[in-house]
């Protein structure tokens, strides 16, 4: 969903492209000073009347990954769009139109920083900031006041999870003190210093890589109970390990990873109420899965991933694509755990028809409908 | 040289480059920013680079990216055994060590690898650092003083500044994220398969013996074969290599002989669960439509 930017009526190329990057950040791209800068930089290289060179240009400058190319195309026709909305009436040029003639000047970033911003907003742009202040407020429902103390409970679980799944061994060599090993290369280049001969013996030993954790979250309606506990959770999980990878869910499926390194726990959880509001009814884990394996996979699971997957196992789709998909995520050599609310019930079996297609490709089948089972996963994660 | 300049030499080339591809070239060459390239196997990344040093008639310089690469094989190495050599020649003489010392770790006794070899040549070279993400995550912070300030510090040495900035081009396949930083420094560009048009030219390009109608089948059918369900999809360099087998084969039409088809299928799809999905029945339809 593209969140509503607070435009202001400026002229100058490099105040419009302050607003520009200004709107891609509240959409969710990492902007920085220094990519304005090389904008202006490039700019010049261009021909500043068409268009679709501003596009592309700027699409170079501003996109990172995968995902930043895929929406640069539609965040920038919506900056466009709405730019030109809020021009209409006052018959001023739109915010990337093309600009006949206009050259830029080497003006240092401090000078484009310095310029007064707020003077321009109109009336009409404040209004609509107000509107989307209240829809913003309508729409949290899932972060219901978590408790303090519930989130310190959480915290300690999700550092003692983290702890227990920290580190795997590898298969290089690195220097050590008490290694398994000589290092040869060290031992030659050290004996430089006693003409040659090695007093010294180096060693080198296989270090401890770190393991990453990929978070997959059902949040459909049969799991919204425990939306708010898991979210919580896995926020978590990404506050201690920066690496880990969180997506969530329904009948499609989302990466949040940006959005939950958020330092304020309900700010995040209120940004993922924002962004799953367009999921639809039903739960497609097959779907999902395979939509995981066909983008992310790739680039996020190796033999030093855990992917953790939460969710009670109901599914609207086939449960053969579950199996399929699940096969085709442990060729990656990951661990897959999968924490099923449902299993804290008395007399439950999985008989759910895509969790039992999913449990021959499972590392670890627990229960997580408790606090208390978040908190005992840790020994059952060392054993994995 | 404009972007659409660059698009139009690069096709003298043979390299034909998407609109946005070029304008990513152009910027990156003028504000001497690295250019990051993501995409899958085989769409023409590594191609590129060879295609810019062509184009700029200066030298490639290629480092492989592997799993436990290290500064010692990418940036430089000092020369040991000649080190060692050097002292016991020296042994005998009167003089004092401090010159030994400067003297075993001047350039003499540098071996320069790839990267380094890059900043030291008099006109800018082409740099490709190809399949950034089979290396470790370790070898990515080597390269950032390289890539944001175009020098290397030896502590024994000193800084060696480029000489003049080598294009550089770094290419990735994406089975695991680069960091944030290497990211932020470089110009981005995600290479997508080619859309049918730009794939026909290709074929023509590179195939100009082909019969342009057998051409036109063999571009429907790979980018068919691409919305189906299979592990690996065929880039730009597996089409090239099926058209050329077809050729080779005498094959006039896809629809002549669909036995000999399925058999030169290996050619594109590359894993044995492929080869089970897309039968011979399934070419047939895919050559069909």
Redesign the interface.
Known sequence: MLKPTKFLARSSIKSRLLDFTHHMYANGF?T?F?QVF?SL??L????LSDL??WK??L???Y????Q???NFDELFDSFERQKNDLNKNKNTKSILSPIEGQTLTNETANDILNKDNEAEISNETKSKITASYLENNRKTDLKELIETDLQQRIHAAVLRIAKSIKHKRSR?LLAKKKGEKLDL?KI??K??AY??YPLKLYKKSKPKKPMKIVTILDISGSMKIYSQIFLTFVKGLVGINQSTEVYLFHTRLMRVTDYLKENDTLKAVNRISMLTEGFSGGTKIGKSLKEFNNVYS???V?GKTVVMIISDGYDTGSSKIVAEELE?LKKRNCKIVWLNPLLGWENYAPVASSMKAASKYLDLFAPCNTLEHLENLEKELIEI | MQWNEIKTSLYDLDYIASEDLAMSIHIAINLERPLLLEGEAGIGKTALALALSKLYKTSLIRLQCYEGLDASSSIYEWNYQKQLLSIRLNENKNDNNVKIDDQIFSKEFLLERPLLKALTQKKSPVLLIDEIDRADEEFEAYLLEILSEYQVSIPEYGTIKALSKPIVIITSNNTRDLSDALRRRCIYNYVYYPKKELELEILQKKLPNIDSELSRQIVNFVQNLRVQDIEKKPGIAETLDWAAAISGLGLKDLSDNYKVLHSTLVCLLKTEADKAVISQEIAQKLAKI
């Open positions: 990492n920085t220094d090389q930089k490039g010049k290289h261009i021909d679709n060179d592309s240009a699409r170079s400058i996109c990172y990954n995968f930043t190319y895929e290089r290369r030659v280049s004996s430089l003409e040659g790739r680039n996020f190796n085709k």
